[in-house]
Nanobody, 109 residues
Framework: QVQLVESGGGLVQAGGSLRLSCVASRRTFYAMNWHRQAPGKQRELVASITSGGSTNYAESVKGRFTISRDNAKNTVYLQMNSVKPEDTGVYYC?????WGQGTQVIVSS
């Protein structure tokens, strides 16, 4: 089974940018997804990308976040621009039934 490792989280001011990365231990043909879980809230799907490059976004991040995928590097990225305090949470990478350990994003106002 594929292992997923996220990185790139941290503290950022509102309006700033951050790029998250998720490296898979091997090539996967599953769609790769970014989810997030804010404190006290349920985990939600933020963005997804198929192996062919088709993307989908939550309404709350459309126009601000971009998901991309480098199949040669077994890596999926989440470029987060114009971040807001409500983007704060733990961001998880997912493919099929596998999940990464998460990376914390904190957006200060």
């Amino acid at each position: 089974q594929v292992q997923l490792v996220e990185s790139g989280g941290g503290l950022v001011q509102a309006g700033g940018s951050l790029r998250l990365s998720c490296v898979a231990s091997r090539r996967t043909f599953y769609a790769m997804n970014w989810h997030r879980q804010a404190p006290g809230k349920q985990r939600e799907l933020v963005a997804s990308i198929t192996s062919g490059g088709s993307t989908n976004y939550a309404e709350s991040v459309k126009g601000r976040f971009t998901i991309s995928r480098d199949n040669a590097k077994n890596t999926v990225y989440l470029q987060m621009n114009s971040v807001k305090p409500e983007d704060t949470g733990v961001y998880y990478c997912n493919a099929g039934f596998q999940w990464g350990q998460g990376t914390q994003v904190i957006v200060s106002s």
